[in-house]
Nanobody, 124 residues
Framework: QVQLVESGGGAVQAGGSLRLSCAAS???????MSWFRQAPRKEREFVAR????????SFADSVKGRFTISRDNAKNTVYLQMNSLKPEDTAVYYC??????????????????WGQGTQVTVSS
């Protein structure tokens, strides 16, 4: 059983930064890990993905150039650095781990494990 726990969310002004962390327990070797977000009354949305080696990353168009994703496999942790935050970034942010590679990484149902989420609120 894999457990994912997000941390680092909070409230910031537009233009500010936050760094989210996702600490994993259990076996995650070889897993893609991603961040998703979900705003009130909206569906869960893909944000960023990172492969096992850390060299293969993908981002939603809405966050390209502002967010970066990284991982430290020795610590079993993935990070999301969020810069130049905008009010439209306000959402609950979730990390997810994917062991199967036959499905679209942008789709939430492709993932095997999910964290509980951490709230990010950006005010104008």
């Amino acid at each position: 059983q894999v457990q994912l726990v997000e941390s680092g969310g909070g409230a910031v002004q537009a233009g500010g930064s936050l760094r989210l962390s996702c600490a994993a327990s259990g076996r995650t070797s070889g897993a893609d890990m991603s961040w998703f977000r979900q705003a009130p009354r909206k569906e869960r949305e893909f944000v960023a993905r990172i492969g096992w080696s850390g060299s293969n990353t993908s981002f939603a168009d809405s966050v390209k150039g502002r967010f970066t994703i990284s991982r430290d496999n020795a610590k079993n942790t993935v990070y999301l650095q969020m810069n130049s935050l905008k009010p439209e970034d306000t959402a609950v942010y979730y990390c997810a781990a994917r062991l199967r590679y036959s499905s679209d990484y942008r789709v939430p149902t492709s993932y095997d494990y999910w964290g509980q989420g951490t709230q990010v609120t950006v005010s104008s």
